[in-house]
């Protein structure tokens, strides 16, 4: 996530809106008034686009489906953007005829609304209340933080419903000082979420102490003491805490002071004595693996190929069809480090055209497919299913008659899995 933007930099606006026209139109708008356009065409595109760079406001579209005027869809990119940020500074656009729609979007966080057709006048005037709404809270919290503009909050990205889940506890506990066990494999996204949960405290003006239990020579090591006392006021973050050894943990136990507020992250709690589980754990959080997240994949693996655009300066035209496929399915060692690691690399070793499976470091050949053994041997049922209605789309070119004949399902169900599985 890159810093804010400095004070003496054009403010940077983002639109979301389906409709190039409007883009175009406002990009001219925008262009003449000195504001800088970020665009997104769709809410998932706009959360990416946040978390490479802050927006100081946005205008947000409430409808995206053709036909559609009820604004469901902006209602929860509107709930979606306070919750991950409750200081962002959002105007909606409504159809002329949807007054009430905005007045229910103003009730639900929104600071102004702008009409289709819209006067170019306007729009400028609602967008600059906004800007404006957006710096003063940034110099209040700028005051109460005594050492600059604060950050802009962490996303933890994804749309499947198991990160739905993830960011409604994050939500839910992150202004409390409650103590977190956040629970699941490496690289998934722990201290992504601690960093979510800690920015939305009543302690994000104190540091977020960050001790890793790996970083013990040996694992009987203690926790310092000083790093435990600079976390008063602030969070401590006790990462891999499954690795110290029972008898450090119980004196880890013994060193905590009451006052302070604790989130740890772990594989699994089974290697936690029950008194220091009980301890951090106050509310656990599961982090599901990558596998289980749907087409959460490819939505990450494009997020990470826009960020890796931009440090490197590369160009990126997308991925393969058959490398989408492969994204779906993959188990990556490190999960979602491992994936931003693999479309990193596949960028800046890229020519700037389509993304392939090789150039994801994934075996083409149907032969490597997993096979059902495999499959069975290491995954729970609703894994599997998915792994292999995944694997014979692979096989068969995404063919889905193929497929579902080598599958023994008729075309109908083979749909409706792949529709389950988000594939
Ligand atoms: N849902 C997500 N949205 C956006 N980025 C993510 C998401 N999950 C993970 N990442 C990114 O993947 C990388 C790994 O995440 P993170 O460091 O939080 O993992 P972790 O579970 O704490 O692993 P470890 O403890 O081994 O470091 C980070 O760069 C993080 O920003």
Same mark, same amino acid.
């Given at each position: ?10 403010? =940077? +606006? ?5 409709? @190039? ?5 406002? !990009?001219? /708008?925008?262009?003449?008034? #000195? %504001? ?89 005037? =609602? +967008? ?5 709404? @957006? ?5 209040? !919290?700028? /005051?109460?933080?005594?050492? #600059? %503009? ?10 499947s419903p198991a990160m739905e889940r993830v960011r409604d506890l994050v939500r839910r506990v992150g202004p409390t000082t409650a103590n977190v066990l956040i629970l699941g494999p490496a690289g998934s996204g722990r201290t992504l979420a601690s960093r979510a949960i800690h920015h939305a405290s009543p302690r994000a003006t104190g540091e977020l102490v960050m001790l890793d239990a790996r970083a013990a020579a040996d694992p009987r090591d203690d926790v310092a003491a000083a790093d435990i006392e600079r976390a008063s006021g602030g969070t401590l973050l006790l990462r891999h805490v499954d690795r110290l050894a ?16 604790? %989130? ?160």
């Amino acid at each position: 996530m890159d810093s804010p933007t400095p004070p003496s930099s054009p403010p =940077r +606006v983002l639109l979301i809106d389906d409709d @190039r026209d409007v883009h175009q139109a406002v !990009a001219v /708008l925008f262009g003449r008034a #000195g %504001i800088e356009l970020v665009s997104a065409m769709q809410p998932e595109e706009a959360y990416s686009a946040l978390e490479l760079a802050p927006a100081d406001a946005i205008l947000l579209d409430l409808n995206f489906t053709r036909g559609r005027t009820h604004g469901e869809e902006g209602f929860a990119a509107l709930a979606r953007l306070l919750g991950d940020d409750p200081d962002a500074a959002v105007v909606v656009i409504t159809g002329h005829s949807g007054i009430r729609i905005a007045v229910a979007a103003m009730q639900a966080g929104a600071i102004d609304f702008v009409m289709k057709p819209w006067r170019n006048d306007e729009v400028l005037e =609602r +967008v600059r209340v906004a800007l404006a709404h @957006r710096q003063r809270r940034r110099e209040i !919290a700028a /005051l109460r933080q005594h050492d #600059g %503009i604060p950050a802009d909050p962490p996303r933890l990205l994804g749309a499947s419903p198991a990160m739905e889940r993830v960011r409604d506890l994050v939500r839910r506990v992150g202004p409390t000082t409650a103590n977190v066990l956040i629970l699941g494999p490496a690289g998934s996204g722990r201290t992504l979420a601690s960093r979510a949960i800690h920015h939305a405290s009543p302690r994000a003006t104190g540091e977020l102490v960050m001790l890793d239990a790996r970083a013990a020579a040996d694992p009987r090591d203690d926790v310092a003491a000083a790093d435990i006392e600079r976390a008063s006021g602030g969070t401590l973050l006790l990462r891999h805490v499954d690795r110290l050894a029972e008898v450090a943990q119980g004196r880890l136990l013994a060193r905590l002071p009451a006052d302070i507020r604790i %989130i740890a992250t772990a594989e699994t709690a089974e290697p936690l004595i029950p008194a220091l589980r009980a301890r951090v754990g106050t509310v656990e959080i599961a982090m599901p693996p990558l596998t289980q997240r749907g087409a959460d994949a490819l939505l990450l693996a494009r997020h990470f190929a826009r960020a890796a655009e931009r440090r490197h300066g590369k160009p990126v035209l997308g991925f393969m069809p058959e490398a989408e496929t492969a994204l779906a399915v993959t188990s990556w060692s490190d999960d979602v480090r491992g994936l931003a690691q693999a479309v990193e690399r596949a960028v800046v070793l890229g020519d700037g055209g389509l993304i392939s499976e090789a150039d994801l470091g994934l075996g083409p050949s149907p032969a490597e497919a997993p096979s059902p053994a495999a499959v069975a041997s290491t995954l729970n049922l609703e894994e599997s299913e998915r792994v292999l209605v995944a694997a014979a789309l692979k096989r068969h070119g995404f063919n889905v008659s193929h497929a579902a004949e080598e599958l023994g399902l008729s075309r109908a169900a083979l749909y409706r899995r792949m529709a389950k599985h988000g594939l």
